[in-house]
């Protein structure tokens, strides 16, 4: 008997989405970072379709919204801020990613990307570098405590680690 090879059933929701990036975020001072784009790589040997969903699409214009990408290709999809307003900073939006196979209907798989506006790019970066220095400040000092000598007796003489390094 004769069996024909059968691809493997897709489970819906079960495929990897991969994005590029997986967060973005605007500057209401730097009208550059207002238009951000997102990357879909498609590296399966089906053609795919996508949709791009939002929780706050009155903040956003999305260019090519849906669409389909060819096997083992990319697609970009713009993501334009529309809406910068202080009253929108820190806030976090999403976007979710869903694909699906060129011919079917149901979703294979999705991601997320989450948005964020913040007020200044210099100011964010000052707070990373105050973030950084902090993290630093508090690994050094970890690694100093973690070596600091417990309460012990004192004694007089060499310790034996000194005698380890001097003996060869």
């Known amino acids: 008997m004769h069996q024909q090879k059968r691809q493997p059933e897709l489970v819906e929701g079960n495929l990897p989405v991969f994005m590029f990036p997986t967060e973005l975020i605007f500057y209401a001072d730097d009208q550059s970072t207002h238009n951000q784009v997102l990357t879909l790589y498609n590296p399966y040997e089906f053609a795919s379709k996508f949709k791009v969903l939002c929780t706050t699409p009155n903040k956003y214009v999305v260019i090519d919204a849906a669409g389909a990408v060819k096997p083992q290709c990319c697609m970009d999809i713009v993501i ?7 009253c929108h900073y820190g806030v976090i939006d999403k976007f979710r990613l869903q694909v699906s196979e060129q011919s079917q209907r149901k979703a294979l798989g999705r991601k997320e990307v989450v948005a964020t506006l ?10 990373e570098e105050e973030k950084r220095i902090k993290e630093h400040l508090t690994e050094s000092l970890f690694f100093e405590q973690s070596f600091q000598p417990e309460n012990r007796t ?10 380890a390094i001097f003996r060869t």
Do not use: F, N, W, Y
């Open 80 to 86: 334009r801020h529309r809406d910068v307003r202080s």
């Open 118 to 127: 913040l007020p200044s790019a210099k100011e964010q970066q000052k707070e």
């Open 154 to 163: 004192v004694s007089s003489g060499p310790s034996l680690i000194t005698m």
